[in-house]
């Protein structure tokens, strides 16, 4: 278990506490909705979905968080700016907590900001993600917006070494300030296997050492593009799940505070892997502060005997 000299930062995110020393608070988990290749998915481009399924899902998810104690973010994806509004104005609808918004179009983006501010979203929403290759009217729209939570990404084709990630990361940081972010989750990137997965581990406990400040991680990156789970009689959905939950549980040992478990689907195997490893960091916190003579609180998950 990480027991780290540097004091940890804890900010609030739109009502859910996330960072701090290892075991202190409740790993929170990230579920994504309305990306391609999900099957609630209708028509990506004009935001078109089953909203009944997607309702079980979201409610699955919020009675995990409820059981295990582990709170729950949802990731909304949007194609187009159409799409965008739709599934955000749909998912604060059915949804009370905190959410990102991510998408590969930049108009799709900007969208969301508008439509955050514009609703009264703003406590509530993190962008996802301020990096150093941001376009100026993105920079310009989240600097004028009243958005001050956002995930920051440490990441670059060109940063192979801790060093060089560490770099990115205090780069971004300092960038992510003059946009007007004051509460932040630190990404260093999971890639996927063969291709650097393992190095965002290093970084995370890198962050926490020397920085302080809250991370997270998408781990199911890195089984996205695993060659070996494509195998005749390796690929059906219960190997991927068991890769992503691996992936999940590896993070949390990491000392990542928030952890992005790729699609919502997934959330029963996800939480209630997590909440298993939950306890063991629980005893192991526990054993570490009485040793080190440590006054620090301890997130007392329930164990279920």
């Not at 650097?196 to 926490?208: D, P, Q, S, V």
């Not at 060659?227 to 993070?251: E, H, N």
Request: glycine residues 8%.
């Amino acid at each position: 278990m990480f027991v780290f000299k540097k004091e940890q930062q804890v900010f609030d995110f739109g009502g859910i506490r996330i960072g701090g020393h290892p075991g202190e608070n409740p790993t929170v988990l990230i579920g994504g909705l309305f990306f391609k290749g999900q099957s609630i998915m209708e028509d990506t481009r004009e935001g078109l979905f089953d909203k009944k399924t997607a309702k079980d899902w979201i409610d699955s998810g919020v009675s995990m968080s409820d059981r295990t104690g582990h709170p729950l973010v949802i990731q909304t994806f949007g194609r187009t700016p159409a799409a965008m509004e739709k599934h955000l104005s749909w998912l604060v609808d059915n949804f009370d907590g905190p959410f990102m918004f991510e998408s590969t179009n930049s108009k799709a983006r900007l969208r969301a900001i508008e439509y955050c501010e514009e609703s009264g979203l703003t406590e509530r929403a993190i962008y996802n993600s301020i990096n150093l290759s941001m376009k100026e009217d993105e920079k310009d729209k989240l600097k004028q917006s009243s958005l001050e939570m956002a995930v920051i990404l440490g990441w670059s084709p060109r940063a192979t070494t801790l060093p060089e990630r560490l770099d990115i990361v205090r780069d971004v940081l300092i960038f992510s300030e003059s946009l007007g972010i004051k509460k932040v989750l630190v990404d260093p990137a999971t890639m996927p296997v063969g291709a650097g997965y393992g190095l965002e581990h290093r970084t995370t406990i890198a962050i926490k050492s020397e920085l302080g400040l809250p991370t997270c991680l998408a781990p199911h990156n890195a089984p996205s593009a695993w060659r070996f789970i494509r195998q005749t009689g390796l690929d059906d959905k219960s190997i991927q799940t068991a890769t992503i939950v691996a992936a999940t549980v590896a993070a949390q040992l990491f000392a990542t505070d928030a952890i992005m478990f790729g699609s919502l689907t997934h959330s029963k195997e996800v939480f209630t892997s997590v909440a298993l490893i939950a306890n063991a960091m629980a005893s192991a916190v526990a054993e570490a502060n009485s040793a080190l003579d440590i006054d620090k609180s301890i997130f007392d998950p329930p164990s279920f005997e």
